[in-house]
């Protein structure tokens, strides 16, 4: 891997000054003077840039469109505002993501509510706060729906239906396989759809599917289509998210312009041509906007070569939840003469807590600053406090400025919640 191969994982616009890794104009040595390390730094314009790309590549192909953005894949409200901003809504799959998106300015019609097993308060939430729709994922979703919603109202909903497909994924992030935990078979759902049709609280407006994550081939996504076309016209149809993005210098996720093509002509051959289009892009609209800049603390050279950070599996549980691969590289020294096979880990009381196993550093030593692309996505909302871990924060970068969007956990903040 080269210097450009590795540069190039990093957020658009990043460059290397005097071989200063530079994200968003602000040098990754003054990020992590000013904030501190572990940080997690995320390249506002390459943030909004992607945004826009996502409504302008679906509007021009299917005009009655909605970009909504997978709120799980980044739940800070500063990116949620970002989004609302240029224009999208917001997928939400809990209570807190709920609130944080209201919380971003959005219109709560532009809100779409997920899972697989929402509590009563959670129904009542997106109830109380007009939610535009809720995604029915089973029955008992309906019978919450019903309770919650008062007489003479109506809730709008989409029913979430297992398409049947499978995708070159890890298996924990496939979902539109016909065991799924989430959404209901074909012959399980049309029946549901009948008892919505019939609710004097509910308002049936469509069909919801989604057959994964980081997934990188096209035609899965328009696979799932013709599945829920069976089931009838509505009104909406949301086809979800799930593209992948590049996490290592080998990736080639297809453009959005590609995925778009293929689940925009399933579309046009399956479904009704004045229905509306929602998608729920996540992964791949904030994977590679971010990067995290951690502090080598230790470095172990026997059978193998470990190189320790400052952070870990506390902020980053991609690796020990998925195996996913990740790149990186020494600030100031991403390329050399002097290269050496390490494995990249973490502080926390764990053999799994590896950030990337083998990967060429540039002579690492204590003090260095190591940086890591593509954590733009799960990194920050699966932080955690293992081994009293204070959860990282983030910074947003643009035009030479670095302002501080989440500020890191203090230690006051780990007891706070302690009643005895």
């Given at each position: 891997m080269t210097t450009d191969d590795l540069l190039d994982l990093f957020p658009a616009g990043s460059r290397l000054d005097d071989g200063m890794l530079t994200i968003g104009g602000c040098r990754a040595e003054a990020l992590a003077d000013e904030f501190g390390t572990p940080v997690l730094v995320v390249a506002e314009d390459a943030l909004r840039a992607r945004a826009r790309e996502y409504v302008d590549e679906l509007s021009v192909r299917w005009p009655s469109s909605r970009v909504v953005f997978a709120s799980k894949a980044f739940p800070c409200t500063a990116v949620q505002r970002v989004m609302v901003e240029e224009g999208l809504g917001l997928d939400v799959a809990g209570g807190g993501e709920i609130l944080t998106a209201l919380k971003a300015g959005v219109d709560p019609g532009l809100i779409v509510h997920h899972g697989n097993a929402k509590t009563d308060e959670e129904i009542e939430l997106a109830v109380r706060h007009g939610i535009g729709l809720v995604v029915v994922d089973n029955a008992d979703d309906v019978d919450r729906l019903e309770t919650a919603v008062p007489a003479g109202?109506?809730?709008?909903?989409?029913?979430?239906?297992?398409?049947?497909?499978?995708?070159?994924?890890?298996?924990?992030?496939?979902?539109?396989?016909?065991?799924?935990?989430?959404?209901?078979?074909?012959?399980?759902?049309?029946?549901?759809?009948?008892?919505?049709?019939?609710?004097?609280?509910?308002?049936?407006?469509?069909?919801?599917?989604?057959?994964?994550?980081?997934?990188?081939?096209?035609?899965?996504?328009?696979?799932?289509?013709?599945?829920?076309?069976?089931?009838?016209?509505?009104?909406?149809?949301?086809?979800?998210?799930?593209?992948?993005?590049?996490?290592?210098?080998?990736?080639?996720?297809?453009?959005?312009?590609?995925?778009?093509?293929?689940?925009?002509?399933?579309?046009?051959?399956?479904?009704?041509?004045?229905?509306?289009?929602?998608?729920?892009?996540?992964?791949?609209?904030?994977?590679?906007?971010?990067?995290?800049?951690?502090?080598?603390?230790?470095?172990?050279?026997?059978?193998?070569?470990?190189?320790?950070?400052?952070?870990?599996?506390?902020?980053?549980?991609?690796?020990?939840?998925?195996?996913?691969?990740?790149?990186?590289?020494?600030?100031?020294?991403?390329?050399?003469?002097?290269?050496?096979?390490?494995?990249?880990?973490?502080?926390?009381?764990?053999?799994?807590?590896?950030?990337?196993?083998?990967?060429?550093?540039?002579?690492?030593?204590?003090?260095?600053?190591?940086?890591?692309?593509?954590?733009?996505?799960?990194?920050?909302?699966?932080?955690?406090?293992?081994?009293?871990?204070?959860?990282?924060?983030?910074?947003?970068?643009?035009?030479?400025?670095a302002r501080l969007v989440v500020r890191r956990e203090t230690w006051d903040d780990l007891l706070a919640r302690d009643v005895d």
């Open positions: 109202a109506r809730q709008d909903v989409l029913v979430r239906v297992i398409p049947g497909v499978s995708a070159d994924t890890h298996h924990h992030v496939l979902t539109g396989h016909e065991d799924s935990k989430f959404g209901l078979a074909p012959r399980d759902a049309s029946p549901l759809i009948a008892r919505i049709e019939a609710s004097p609280r509910l308002r049936m407006q469509g069909l919801h599917v989604h057959v994964g994550s980081q997934i990188l081939d096209v035609q899965p996504f328009a696979d799932s289509v013709a599945p829920v076309s069976a089931l009838g016209q509505f009104p909406v149809y949301d086809l979800g998210g799930g593209l992948g993005s590049r996490y290592t210098w080998t990736d080639r996720p297809p453009s959005v312009a590609a995925y778009l093509d293929a689940l925009i002509g399933a579309a046009t051959e399956h479904l009704p041509p004045d229905a509306q289009i929602i998608i729920e892009p996540g992964r791949s609209m904030v994977a590679e906007r971010a990067a995290t800049i951690y502090r080598v603390t230790t470095v172990k050279r026997g059978v193998r070569t470990f190189v320790a950070v400052d952070g870990g599996m506390g902020d980053n549980l991609e690796v020990a939840l998925f195996q996913q691969r990740f790149e990186a590289g020494i600030v100031g020294r991403f390329g050399g003469s002097d290269m050496e096979r390490v494995t990249v880990v973490g502080r926390h009381c764990e053999s799994g807590d590896v950030l990337v196993d083998g990967v060429d550093l540039s002579a690492p030593g204590v003090g260095d600053l190591l940086a890591v692309p593509a954590t733009g996505a799960y990194c920050y909302t699966m932080a955690n406090n293992y081994n009293g871990n204070r959860r990282l924060p983030v910074v947003f970068a643009r035009d030479g400025r």
